[in-house]
């Protein structure tokens, strides 16, 4: 995966606060389900095999670590918006402006 640097740092907080706020919302909402959760740590280990392809890329550019960060910031915004989502099926108030932002992410993401 290259050096560890910041970006990656707040990645694997992001995956824990995810997966913290994801299993309080299934306790909360009651829909707790093994299945999706299993499907989900499925998901955030790819994360890692996206990030050591971006680096072997890097790698072949000369080192520097223009592919590993953009995928790094890619992830951190889906993490970010699937914690967002989480706390709002929990009633958690955020602000609107927030929301918005990473409401925008998303539908552009989706589109493409």
Request: net charge positive; proline share 5%.
């Given at each position: 995966m290259g050096d560890w640097n910041v970006s990656l740092s707040i990645l694997a907080v992001f995956m824990i606060l995810d997966i913290v706020t994801g299993v309080t919302k299934g306790w909360v909402t009651g829909k707790m389900s093994s299945r999706v959760g299993y499907?989900?740590?499925?998901?955030?280990?790819?994360?890692?095999?996206?990030?050591?392809?971006?680096?072997?890329?890097?790698?072949?550019?000369?080192?520097?670590?223009?592919?590993?960060?953009?995928?790094?910031?890619?992830?951190?915004?889906?993490?970010?918006?699937?914690?967002?989502?989480?706390?709002?099926?929990?009633?958690?108030?955020?602000?609107?402006?927030?929301?918005?932002?990473?409401i925008n992410i998303k539908d552009d993401s989706e589109k493409k």
């Open positions: 499907k989900g740590m499925l998901r955030k280990s790819m994360y890692f095999v996206a990030l050591i392809v971006a680096n072997m890329l890097d790698l072949l550019i000369g080192g520097v670590p223009v592919f590993r960060t953009m995928v790094a910031y890619y992830l951190l915004s889906i993490e970010a918006i699937s914690i967002l989502e989480n706390l709002e099926a929990m009633k958690v108030p955020l602000p609107q402006q927030i929301k918005e932002k990473f």
